[in-house]
């Protein structure tokens, strides 16, 4: 069973920055495709950057593309959420999920991520 352990959100202003840290266990990290997910009280899960098991790959939506960068670090069981020059919007609970998956390659589709973290709170002020 993988266990992911969110960390690193806040309280912080428009147009400031947190960087958001994931660990897992479990599993070889490596070959795991992991993924951030937001979500606001009421809404839908909203997916927010994914990266594959090398690192190489990385995608985000066009509402944070340019503000957040996805990293990790297998050796030490680690992703990280960079986010910069935030807005209000982007107030949610965070959220690592993850999948294992023999090729090199992560995904927007939330159905695909078999493993949830418990989330940490960003909240943006304006």
């Known amino acids: 069973q993988v266990q992911l352990t969110e960390s690193g959100g806040g309280l912080v202003q428009a147009g400031g920055s947190l960087k958001l840290s994931c660990t897992g266990s479990?599993?070889?990290?490596?070959?795991?495709?992991i993924g951030w997910v937001r979500q606001v009280l009421g809404k839908a899960r909203e997916w927010v950057s994914c990266i594959s098991q090398s690192g190489i790959k990385t995608y985000y939506p066009d509402s944070v593309k340019g503000r957040f960068t996805m990293s990790r670090d297998n050796a030490k069981n680690m992703v990280w959420l960079q986010m910069d020059n935030l807005e209000p919007e982007d107030s949610a609970v965070y959220y690592c999920?993850?999948?294992?998956?023999?090729?090199?390659?992560?995904?927007?589709?939330?159905?695909?991520?078999?493993?949830w973290g418990q989330g940490t709170q960003v909240t943006v002020s304006s």
């Open positions: 479990g599993m070889p990290f490596d070959r795991l495709h």
């Open positions: 999920a993850a999948s294992p998956n023999t090729v090199d390659y992560c995904t927007s589709r939330l159905s695909d991520y078999k493993y």
